[in-house]
């Protein structure tokens, strides 16, 4: 069992470092200290598309888990299929969950065949069991924090949970706060639709309503080249021609000052 000290105060719930990478394993340390065993912190500038399909975070990072967890979850889909995610997004209150369908959790009545995968691979893993934290943000910015304890090390925990709850919830916070003035245009950017600098400077004059004409005099480029510039970033952003791709530009934040 890991300690939980009395004297653990919320200025020590703040991870000390100045890199992503450090924050992320500053987080660790003090979540081993409340009584985790891993953590996973995930973020998205745009959480959903317009159709309402969750989009796999732009940056994920995971600490004494199977790396094979980012391959899984970014690469085969699972991050769509798991139900705290699904959870976490519907919701803004700190959750326990488990996926043992006889134990009461926050995930007992969306236990079933679409959950199977996610269920498997982390009852396998003997990782099934943990508390996830929702970050809404302004900008429709999401965020999750997510402790996960061992199987072996729950029983020995569970009379504590409702403190780890606490502390981890406070942890989320102060960690998510740190790593905002630490991401740079990739984290910030919508996973797979990354526009590039002069895409993007075309569908914002587009969307201000200026023709293609008007967009190659202002940006002093050949219309064909402008054409080329806003056909490319509609394909990226899923729109189906020039207004559409406008619209999914402003949902992305792409339009945002």
């Given at each position: 069992?890991?300690?939980?000290?009395?004297?653990?105060?919320?200025?020590?719930?703040?991870?000390?470092?100045?890199?992503?990478?450090?924050?992320?394993?500053?987080?660790?340390?003090?979540?081993?200290?409340?009584?985790?065993?891993?953590?996973?912190?995930?973020?998205?500038?745009?959480?959903?598309?317009?159709?309402?399909?969750?989009?796999?975070?732009?940056?994920?990072?995971?600490?004494?888990?199977?790396?094979?967890?980012?391959?899984?979850?970014?690469?085969?889909?699972?991050?769509?299929?798991?139900?705290?995610?699904?959870?976490?997004?519907?919701?803004?209150?700190?959750?326990?969950?488990?996926?043992?369908?006889?134990?009461?959790?926050?995930?007992?009545?969306?236990?079933?065949?679409?959950?199977?995968?996610?269920?498997?691979v982390l009852q396998d893993w003997r990782y099934s069991?943990?508390?996830?934290?929702?970050?809404?943000?302004?900008?429709?910015?999401?965020?999750?924090?997510?402790?996960?304890?061992?199987?072996?090390?729950?029983?020995?925990?569970?009379?504590?949970?409702?403190?780890?709850?606490?502390?981890?919830?406070?942890?989320?916070?102060?960690?998510?706060?740190?790593?905002?003035?630490?991401?740079?245009?990739?984290?910030?950017?919508?996973?797979?639709?990354?526009?590039?600098?002069?895409?993007?400077?075309?569908?914002?004059?587009?969307?201000?309503?200026?023709?293609?004409?008007?967009?190659?005099?202002?940006?002093?480029?050949?219309?064909?080249?402008?054409?080329?510039?806003?056909?490319?970033?509609?394909?990226?952003?899923?729109?189906?021609?020039?207004?559409?791709?406008?619209?999914?530009?402003?949902?992305?934040?792409?339009?945002?000052?």
């Amino acid at each position: 069992m890991h300690d939980t000290p009395s004297s653990l105060t919320l200025q020590h719930l703040v991870p000390a470092a100045d890199s992503i990478t450090g924050c992320i394993t500053s987080a660790l340390e003090i979540a081993r200290a409340i009584g985790f065993d891993a953590l996973i912190y995930d973020f998205t500038p745009v959480p959903l598309t317009p159709e309402g399909a969750m989009i796999s975070p732009s940056f994920i990072e995971l600490r004494n888990m199977p790396e094979e967890m980012r391959r899984l979850w970014m690469e085969q889909g699972l991050y769509q299929q798991d139900p705290v995610q699904a959870l976490a997004l519907r919701g803004s209150s700190p959750f326990f969950w488990s996926y043992h369908a006889k134990e009461a959790s926050a995930l007992q009545a969306s236990l079933g065949d679409a959950t199977v995968a996610v269920s498997t691979v982390l009852q396998d893993w003997r990782y099934s069991r943990g508390v996830t934290v929702p970050l809404h943000m302004p900008g429709n910015r999401f965020a999750t924090l997510t402790g996960l304890w061992r199987d072996e090390s729950y029983a020995e925990v569970e009379d504590v949970r409702d403190l780890s709850l606490m502390r981890l919830t406070y942890l989320a916070h102060a960690t998510n706060d740190r790593l905002l003035g630490l991401f740079g245009k990739d984290e910030l950017t919508p996973a797979g639709m990354k526009l590039s600098v002069r895409e993007r400077e075309c569908i914002a004059l587009a969307a201000q309503g200026l023709s293609t004409k008007q967009i190659a005099a202002r940006l002093n480029r050949a219309e064909s080249t402008i054409v080329l510039h806003l056909q490319t970033a509609a394909r990226k952003l899923g729109g189906r021609n020039r207004a559409h791709a406008i619209a999914r530009a402003a949902h992305f934040g792409y339009l945002s000052s």
